[in-house]
C-alpha cells in the first residue's frame, strides 16, 4: 500500500557497516512491525511496536535493533552488518486494540550485505 | 516455541487445474490470516478466519479454518494465469503473527 512506504528500496553494503531502514505510514495505525524474507523461509518478525514507547523482540532480534521515533515511524537498524543479514525486508502497520485486523505491508527493502 | 508450518513449498498446476496449500500450527491461534505475494511484491491481506471450523469464499478462493483453530487450508478451483505467486498463512496468537512458509504457486497456461 502506498499508505505505508519504506527507504531504502535497495542497498549494497559491506561487512560491518552501520545501516538503517527506515519505515513511515499514514494510515495512523499504532502497531508497526519489521519482517525479513529469506527464500523459503517465508517471514520472521524481528521486532514489533505497539506504540511509541512499546517495543518488542520478535522471532529473530538478535544483530538489531529498532527505534519508534513518532506513531508514523519505525526504523530498523543493523548496527554491525554480516552477511547473513542479507534478505528482503518488510516494514507493516495494524490497528491496535483488536486482534482481528489487517497488516498492511509496504513494499520492501532489498539489502545485500557483502 | 511458535511454529506455522504450510505445505506444498511449491505447486505446479497447469491453468484450470485446482490448487490447495494447508498450513498447520503447533499451538491454538486466536485466528489465521492469508496473504498472497505476487513476483517481486509484498504480502497482500486476502481474509481472515476467526472462527472454529469457519469457512469463507472469495469467488474461487475458499478458506477454511480448523475446528480445533491449529490449522487451516486455501483452496483455488480452476486457476488461472493470475493466481500466480505465494500464499502465505500468518497464525496469529494475540501479540504476534507467525508466518507460514509460503506455497509458491506456478500456473502453466
Known amino acids: 500500500d502506498a499508505d505505508v512506504t519504506q527507504t531504502p528500496r535497495n542497498r549494497i553494503t559491506k561487512t560491518g557497516k552501520r545501516i538503517m531502514l527506515e519505515c513511515s505510514q499514514t494510515?495512523?495505525?499504532?502497531?508497526m512491525y519489521w519482517y525479513r524474507q529469506d527464500p523459503g523461509l517465508g517471514l520472521q518478525l524481528i521486532y514489533y511496536?505497539?506504540?511509541?514507547?512499546?517495543?518488542n523482540k520478535g522471532e529473530i532480534s538478535d544483530g538489531y535493533s529498532v527505534s519508534r521515533q513518532a506513531q508514523a515511524k519505525f526504523s530498523l537498524s543493523l548496527e554491525s552488518a554480516i552477511p547473513n543479514q542479507t534478505a528482503l525486508y518488510f516494514c507493516a502497520t495494524r490497528a491496535g486494540g483488536r486482534d482481528t485486523d489487517t497488516q498492511y505491508f509496504g513494499p520492501g527493502t532489498r539489502l545485500t550485505v557483502l | 516455541g511458535q511454529q506455522v508450518m504450510q505445505i506444498p513449498q511449491y505447486q505446479h498446476v497447469q491453468e484450470g487445474e485446482d490448487f490447495t496449500t494447508y498450513c498447520n500450527s503447533s499451538t491454538t491461534l486466536s485466528n489465521i490470516q492469508w496473504y498472497k505475494q505476487r513476483p517481486g511484491g509484498h504480502p497482500v491481506f486476502l481474509i481472515q478466519l476467526v472462527k472454529s471450523g469457519e469457512v469463507k469464499k472469495q469467488k474461487r478462493l475458499t478458506f477454511q479454518f480448523g475446528e480445533a483453530k491449529k490449522n487451516s487450508s486455501l483452496h483455488i478451483t480452476a486457476t488461472q494465469t493470475t493466481d500466480v505467486g505465494t500464499y502465505f498463512c500468518?497464525?496469529?496468537?494475540?501479540?504476534?503473527?507467525?508466518f507460514g512458509t509460503g506455497t509458491s504457486l506456478t500456473v502453466i497456461p
Open positions: 511496536s505497539f506504540d511509541v514507547k512499546d517495543i
Open positions: 500468518a497464525g496469529n496468537t494475540g501479540n504476534q503473527f507467525y
Open positions: 494510515k495512523g495505525h499504532d502497531r
